[in-house]
């Protein structure tokens, strides 16, 4: 390449030779330009490559009445969605998005105080974490199938019911690992190996099957009698929860008559409890959607704050299930029995055995008879649209 001088520069060429003086050259800059323009040309996407096609939305009176619910008017799905518009739909702004993130990002945090647990713990040998080990195991379980059950309940009436089913189980199976370690770690001390101390985990297996059962029955009624299955479905899940929160109901009764102990862990069971009362009366009553409908079908309403405020109640729960494990651990090694495999692994494995048999028992009549729980024809042909 050769060098021109410019006017009133001398005949002598630069004396160092580097490649960056070529940009400085009055004819390598125009080269040089030329070429980034090739280059960008050469490497440029095509347009279909860019263009990303979310599902179409749908308001209530385009879908069937399997689908649809009180007070939310739009921002629907597909009936008949595929499993990839599913996943597509969670990052998309539909009634469904902030339901499936308030379950899935929790997720993740119960792993990371899992695993934070794991590094400080024995939990392979030392049965009196066991307990724990249960508890932990299964509030990470129930927020991940909450949310794939909201991410995936679109594909058909039939998925639909069977993805609440496994909800419904992972969340029976939540309370009793609630039960094992209240059980273990909460029991008033002077209940500790008493008749209800000693049976209280077998009492909570037959819990969980009674809840899963119910709370699966009760979706075969939301058509003909959607109030006679709301008050089933509430009470499946509120019957377990008083069960499981006797232990506690007690010490609180203890401490308002002055004889608290162990006083550490009660703050965040009262906050436990306040949230899970907040839980029920949100999925019980609707609220706000049911006072102003369509005003929240995206952001705000009842479920959302539903699993909001059962997520900030099971972290309160947990803290206390800690504090109570630390503070009473020399004292309930010293006069209660010690966790065995039966009363708590084993416990769970035989009740994820019986749950799973449940949940097959009442899919099988939708697997059957596919078109058993649709009850009204499906929308119009799906349409795309190129965001």
Known sequence: MQWEPGPGEGAQAPAFDCPVWCVLCRGCRARLREACQRGRGAIRLPTDMLSIKLPQLFDIHQVPKVFREDGIISGYRHPQSSALDCILSSFQMTNETVNIWTHFLPTWYFLWRFSVLCSTLNFLSESYTWPLLVYMLLICVYPFTSSCAHT???????????????????????????????????????????????????????????????????????????????????????????????????????????SCCHSEALPSHCYHLLFAFLTCFLFASHLPERLAPGRFDYFGHSHQLFHICAVVGTHFQMEAVLADMTSRRAWLIAQAAVPSFLSTLGALALSIILNLGIIGIFSAPLLWNPHHSANHPLTPPVKRKQL
């Open 152 to 258: 995936f309940s679109t594909m058909s009436p039939e998925a639909r019911h069977i993805c609440y089913f496994f909800d419904y189980g992972a969340l029976s199976l939540y309370s009793l690992g609630c039960a094992i370690t209240y059980g273990s770690y909460v029991m008033p001390d002077c209940w500790v190996n008493s008749w209800l101390h000693q049976h209280f985990v077998p009492i909570a297996i037959c819990n969980t099957l009674f809840c899963t059962s119910l709370s699966c029955y009760s979706r075969f009624l939301e058509m003909q009698f959607p109030h006679r299955s709301k008050v089933l479905r509430t009470g499946a899940f509120v019957f377990p929860f008083i069960f499981d929160n006797i232990p506690l109901f007690y010490r609180l009764l203890l401490c308002c008559r002055g």
